[in-house]
């Protein structure tokens, strides 16, 4: 639980190039035939990514957890601090339902069940913060380079050479236990990579004929990267996006299991259940421990069978 050696690194998946690329035209009759074509093109994108057989399982797993989260009733009837009367502690999967009673009787497939809605909850979250935030810096840095791109240089190096857990137990004990500090956190452990990734992306497109030309039209450094380098890096933001949501399922799992998360310890997490039942395995108690971490293991394969197809649907 405290290493995410197996998560891809996001240089991997998106290596390669961000999609075809997308270019302004100052000819109106060429805007239109680019319009057309790019149409065409994200098209058959779509299609090469519906027909991914990983994509289709990755898109199971992740709404099952998703629905899990949401409506936890629809899939188990009893609450995850609720006592199963007629199985006793420590029943295994089968006898005493489908993963069986922990050592004080709960049942433990409904944990799992409502163990998705903290992960859910907090993993998105902090995402989408990383990629607004990573995906703005990189565009500003890669854009306009000089002083400011020296400046934040350094300081997304000296973020980046922090192990993240190490610095995540730092932050997270230094402001406080609570969920937006938790998101906060993991946010901000994730904003240097993206930032990164774009800027590298960022400075290739600035180089092209189209930011030049816009350039000459006298258009303003905030207009073109809105309007003219952000539509042709969309793709490598979708794919760092899936990429990050996987890092952050497993990043919150591990603070869990940390014990610093302001969580009750009753509540059914993931994280927490792992830690509270991992010493018990020795004594022949494995199913509460077990079904939790691969519960996080499916979520996080899931977002990475996501993630992987639509990176080659981009650069198909």
Known sequence: ????????????????????????????????????????????QRQVLLKSPGFIVGVIIVAFWVVSAIVPGLLTSYGPKDFVDSV????????????????????????????????LIVAPLATGIAIVVGTFL????GYYRGWVDEV??????????????????LVVFTFGQSRPVVIGTIAVLFVPAITRTIRSASIAEAQLDYVTSAKMRGESGIFIITR??????????????????????FTYATLAFLGIVAT????????IDVAQNYTAIVSDLWWPTIFPALAIASLVIGVNLIADSIDKALKS
């Open 152 to 169: 934040l240089s350094r300081v997304i190096e000296a973020i980046l050479s922090i192990p993240v857990i190490l610095m995540a137990i």
């Open 1 to 44: 639980m405290s290493g995410l050696e197996g998560i891809p690194d996001s240089s991997d998946v998106t290596a390669g190039g961000s999609g075809p690329e997308v270019v302004s035209a100052e000819n109106p009759a060429d805007d239109q035939a680019g319009t057309l074509t790019r149409k065409t093109i994200r098209r058959e």
């Open 138 to 141: 990189g565009l500003v840095m």
């Open 264 to 271: 009750n310890v009753t509540d059914a997490d993931w994280g």
């Open 228 to 249: 003219e380098i952000l539509p042709n890096v969309t793709g490598l933001i979708v794919v760092e996006l899936t990429v990050r949501l996987g890092y952050a399922v």
């Open 88 to 119: 006793p502690p420590r029943t295994g999967p089968g006898d005493g339902g489908w993963f069986g009673t922990d050592q004080i009787g709960r049942d433990v497939y409904s944990r799992v069940i409502y163990g998705a809605r903290s992960i």
